[in-house]
Nanobody, 123 residues
């Protein structure tokens, strides 16, 4: 059984930074992708950042240059470093694992999801 547990969310001012973490419990195939998604208030879920088994990363246009996805060597923790945060980044952020398709707009292909961590950016 696999469990993903996010942490690191919170409230920050416009322009601030946060680092989200996602602890992976259980075994997942290392050849698959992991990623971060978010659901802004009143809107659909959207992909934020994906990392594949080779360490190649993919970002939504809205976060390029501001967010960085990474994972530790054991691939037991996934991170999302968020800088220059904007009010429009306010959302519930979710960690997801095990997808054969490594693109932000393929959320439906991810097999495992965390419960989410709230990020609120105030102006």
């Amino acid at each position: 059984q696999v469990a993903l547990v996010e942490s690191g969310g919170g409230s920050v001012q416009d322009g601030g930074s946060l680092r989200l973490s996602c602890a992976v419990f259980g075994s997942i195939y290392s050849t698959y992708c992991m990623g971060w998604f978010r659901r802004p208030p009143g809107r659909e879920r959207e992909g934020v950042a994906i990392i594949d088994s080779h360490g190649t990363t993919y970002y939504a246009d809205s976060v390029k240059g501001r967010f960085t996805i990474s994972q530790d060597n054991a691939k037991s923790t996934l991170y999302l470093q968020m800088s220059s945060l904007k009010p429009e980044d306010t959302a519930m952020y979710y960690c997801a694992a095990m997808s054969p398709i490594c693109r932000p707009n393929y959320g439906s292909t991810f097999r495992f999801w965390g419960q989410g961590t709230q990020v609120t950016v105030s102006s």
